[in-house]
């Protein structure tokens, strides 16, 4: 039993980095990002998921039995909230605190003149990213962690200790959840490593948005000189996380660098320039990288064909899939592009329908992993779920 | 991890205070420190090991929380 279950993963992880060398598989691949529809699955709320890893783990190993998918994303809740409440970190919206039990956790972006960061704070960040997280950023972000030169406190050293400790917990944890991903439906952890654009990280924790916005007219060289700042600790913290098999990819995710949140002109001057030879760097260390291009990003599918072939995995979310295909499909492998609302009220026969699209338009020569377009949460209806994977078995053999 | 040399432009990363993975370099650690009977090396790659968990905390507080 344990043979064939060995055996079973062995396929699946054969199919599915064969797929994402943009080379064709004995089958599509389908690995699925399910998020809070696991909870839905598995009869959690959303805030069991995401305040308990161990009930999220258990939701993700039980869809993983479940359905025959190839690959799975460990927690693709992966805030575990208690951690963040630990750390005293207030930008979330917790599920059972703050908002519904029933909701996902939320992003709070504090208000234009409330930003993590302050204008006049570049050159800090740009001098010495570490000391300026630890030192202005976590005070800011935290409820309990201490101003540097101000009084210490009993908060102040527990957040510290907790929140190190819990972190720990938490990612050790991975390790056995992998292992039993493997052992006990033979489905492979679909990802492993972190990256974000250093433009990304200064929209999303430190200037906000709108902060941003402004900066990149007012400041031009400042946010710029940031970006590269933060870009070898980003590239580090990306390895430091990679699979030492470098079979499966470091998970890239992708927020608000493209048109029409940011220029075609400011996209070319910060974003680009910043995030390439990162990607350039850690493919030349024999890791590729999924960009989770949440969004749509057609209009920077040129900048992204200059990577190194097969360097990435490009994931579809309302990116227009064929024009993906066309301008990517011959370098990189490509998934997703299943539409979220379709999962949500469409019927079975309609998802079916869309996976036969998607398949013969860009799935001919392989290089294509099933997915949804974007995080499945649980407004996504089971059997349309089940049509997509069953649909996928049935259509997608080579 | 090794601290892989850079293939790209680095330029300002020269000018910064902590290379990454580093949030107390083992040199200002060493000045704190009486004269070293011991064996250096050991105590400066367990200092360095225990300091990275330092910089993943902070820089993972940043990107996956």
């Known amino acids: 039993m344990a043979q064939d279950m060995e055996k079973l993963y062995q396929q699946r992880l054969k199919r599915y980095v064969t797929t994402m060398r943009n080379e064709k598989p004995d089958m599509i691949p389908i690995r699925p990002f ?18 308990d890893y161990e009930k999220a783990f258990a939701a993700a190993r039980k869809c993983a039995a479940d359905f025959d998918w190839d690959a799975v994303v460990a927690n693709m809740v992966y805030v575990w909230t208690g951690l963040t409440q630990a750390i005293g970190l207030k930008y979330y919206g917790v599920p059972g605190i703050d908002i519904s039990p029933n909701i996902g956790f939320q992003y709070i972006e504090p208000p234009e003149e409330n930003a993590f ?169 024999g890791h590729q990288v999924l960009f989770y291009a949440e969004g749509n990003w057609n209009a920077h599918l040129k900048s992204f064909a200059e990577l190194p072939d097969p360097s990435i995995v490009f994931h579809v979310d309302q990116s227009d899939i064929f024009e993906v295909h066309k301008v990517l499909g011959e370098r990189f492998c490509i998934s997703g592009g299943i539409p979220n609302w379709l999962l949500a009220t469409g019927t079975p026969d309609e998802v079916r329908q869309y996976c036969k699209k998607v398949i013969d338009g860009v799935a001919g020569d392989g290089g294509y992993i099933m997915d949804a377009s974007a995080i499945v949460q649980d407004d996504a209806k089971i059997e349309n779920i089940k049509a997509m994977t069953e649909f996928t078995r049935e259509y997608g053999v080579y | 991890m090794e601290c892989t040399e850079w293939s790209y432009p680095m330029s300002n990363t020269k000018k910064q205070k902590k290379k990454p993975g580093v949030c107390i370099p083992w040199d200002e650690k060493k ?22 968990l330092g910089y993943m905390y902070i820089w993972q507080c940043l990107l996956s929380f």
């Open chain 1, 117 to 285: 960061m302050k204008p006049d704070e570049y050159d800090q960040l740009i001098e010495d990213p570490t000391g300026f997280l630890f030192n202005v950023w976590l005070p800011r972000v935290s409820s309990d962690v201490a101003v540097e030169g101000q009084p210490t406190s009993f908060r102040n050293n527990l957040s510290f200790l907790k929140g190190g400790m819990a972190m720990l917990s938490y990612f050790n944890a991975f390790g056995k959840q992998n292992e039993l991903l493997r052992t006990e439906s033979g489905t492979v952890s679909a990802i492993s490593g972190i990256l974000k654009a250093p433009f990304d990280i200064i929209a999303d924790k430190l200037r906000g948005y709108l902060g941003l916005v402004q900066d990149v007219l007012e400041r031009p060289k400042k946010v710029l000189a940031a970006c590269e700042a933060l870009m070898p600790h980003l590239t580090y913290t990306a390895l430091s996380g990679a699979d030492p098999n470098k079979n499966v990819p470091i998970g890239f995710w992708m927020h608000r660098g493209c048109v029409p949140f940011f220029s075609m002109e400011h996209f070319k001057k910060f974003y680009w320039p910043t995030l390439k030879p990162i990607i350039e760097e850690i493919w030349a260390q």
């Open chain 1, 34 to 51: 399910v998020a809070e529809f696991t909870a839905k699955y598995s009869g959690y709320t959303c805030q069991e998921v995401t305040h």
């Open chain 2, 31 to 52: 000045k704190e420190l009486p004269k070293i009977s011991g064996d250096e090396k050991l105590i400066r790659k367990v200092w360095e090991d225990i300091d990275a």
